[in-house]
């Protein structure tokens, strides 16, 4: 499965015109219900899901063309919140994690209260810049 992915991951890539011109791939965070529904997003250059239901499975891929620089990543999900103490966003996860691929990593998690999230995606050796970030909401 994971090898199918990266396959279709590197065609959709190959035939991008702005990587025939030299330009830099940019990095990309898909979220959605399903693996399924995320490869399909990929394939079809589709925008990917950003509103959840409170309390169901939200997969992601991050995707980093360039590759990881180390075998460990870690990913943060915040909450935008007004009552937060630090910059009106409250730390919700903050994961370390072996990457098994070097070009993507996916995963899933679940949050059971309504809100605007974020997930950030670090290289371990960089934790002051993400590689990518994405938000999305959840509603009841």
């Known amino acids: 499965m994971k090898k199918l992915l990266l396959l279709i991951f590197l065609f959709s890539f190959l035939i991008n015109p702005s990587f025939a011109w030299g ?18 997003s990929v394939i079809d250059k589709i925008e990917t899901k950003d509103v959840f239901k409170a309390g169901n499975k ?21 909450k935008q919140d007004d009552n937060a103490h630090v910059a009106g966003y409250t730390r919700i996860r903050n994961i370390t994690c072996r990457i098994k691929n070097k070009n993507y990593y996916s995963d899933y998690f679940i949050i059971y209260e309504t809100g605007k999230y974020y997930l950030q995606v670090f290289d371990i050796q960089n934790l002051h810049q993400w590689l990518v970030i994405g938000g999305f909401k959840i509603v009841e």
């Open 58 to 78: 939200i997969y992601f891929l991050a995707y980093i063309p360039e590759g990881f620089k180390s075998d460990y990543i870690k990913y943060q999900i915040v």
């Open 23 to 40: 330009k830099k791939p940019k990095n990309l965070l898909y979220f959605g219900n399903s693996i399924d529904e995320i490869e399909k």
